[in-house]
């Protein structure tokens, strides 16, 4: 297998504000701090963090490398960038693998440790044209650039037509993705 080479300049993670350490986080309880990571946004956790996306047709993308104790999470929404990246970032899966491997500071020597965790890419929109299933696409693209990086999917729960919740508990290395279902619907008879 044939990792990438990194397509950033060496000092761009410390520029990076969502690595900023000193960022609020969205809750913390017992020591443990939890994060939101918002759409087309990755975050790396150190190893009393909590890392949590919301995701539809969006996919999160959690690499887990547990011999360093770090965590890292990027919530994706559109598969392929125009262009190549020249900045850290997951507005696209294109950019957020090799940015998430750059923010944890591994090398090509590390991929074979790092565990993976795919989730969402749910098919949103009813009665869509394949052009316009975004989900799938990021789907198809997560496991291209994963693939490209010799990076292994542990897990991965994707497709379908309803939401998830991916949270990664950085502290225990472990990964939770939740089903977010529809209400079912009460029609009244007149």
Partial sequence: MHAQPSLFPADLASRAPWFDADAAPIAAAGGQRCFHVNIGELRVGARTDQLQALLGSCVGIALLWKKRGRCGLAHCLLPESPV???????????????????????????????EVVVAGGGNMLEACSARFQIGQQNIDAAQKHLRLHGLHVRFAEVGGKCGRTLTVDCATQEVRVSAIQKPARVVHHA
């Fill in 84 to 114: 190549a990246p020249t900045e850290l970032g997951a507005r696209y899966v294109s950019q957020a693998v090799p940015s998430l491997l750059r923010l944890m500071g591994a090398c090509v020597a590390d991929y074979a440790d790092i």
